[in-house]
């Protein structure tokens, strides 16, 4: 006699698989697309190192970043100067049209590590043939040591107070030339920094951090020797 499932096995049994898929599809998902994140950071990141090095040699400045940033006045300038060393980018300049698909390139994002804080992004822009989008931005110390200040802020982003209420101040000497902010898809979400966005900041005779971990440097430098995205999951 032959043996077999009765409906309700079989009802029972699709149920336990649907329960399984619908506990570990979600997991699955978001896997990959860390994983294609990370695939398009490092493309864009290595396509940027390329930028700095073409512009050393075509400046006859090897070892040296200042030219690409003391030649611009303005980050229009300087994202043009970047365009230069992108073949098939797109500049959208600080006076695109209201109409054009540069508008959609002004959005809030995310910080890395405080909560609910938010950056905007303005134009100047390049959209990378692969849709990703990169925001050069001068630094006014324009590669000089330069005295800066600014106000002190706490792990969660806001101003510091001494005992007697008030702003606690920081002084320092930076010589930093600008910043590189890129999305790695656009103005799509989730606009998060250490996801989907990353910044380097760019020295005369080196790339870094930001002074502040905000915008998803240590993602970047962790998924770059191998490691995970870091990322403020809120």
Known sequence: MKQAFTM?????????????????????????KEY?????????????????????????TIGDNSSLFTTATTNDELTKNFAEYLPGGFVCYSDADADSKC??????????????????????????????????????????????????LDSEGNPKYDKDGN??????????????????????????AGFDIFQFTVWPDHIGPAYWNIYGYSSLASILSGGKLIFNRR
């Open 8 to 32: 309700a096995e079989v009802l029972i049994t699709l149920g336990i698989i649907g329960v399984v898929a619908a506990m570990t599809f979600p997991a699955v998902i978001g896997k990959y």
């Open 36 to 60: 294609e994140v990370t695939v398009k950071a490092k493309k864009i990141y290595s396509t940027l190192m390329q930028v700095l090095d073409l512009a050393q040699a075509k400046y006859d």
């Open 103 to 152: 508008q959609e390139l002004k959005y809030k994002y995310l910080y890395q590590s405080y909560n609910n804080k938010y950056g905007q992004f303005t134009l100047p822009a390049i959209i990378l043939p692969d849709g990703g989008v990169v925001y050069p931005v001068l630094s006014s110390n324009r590669c000089k040591p330069t005295e800066t200040s600014g106000v002190t």
């Open 167 to 192: 702003l606690v101040m920081w002084h320092s000497v930076r010589d930093d030339c600008g910043s590189i902010y890129f999305d790695v898809n656009g103005a799509k979400e989730p606009n998060k």
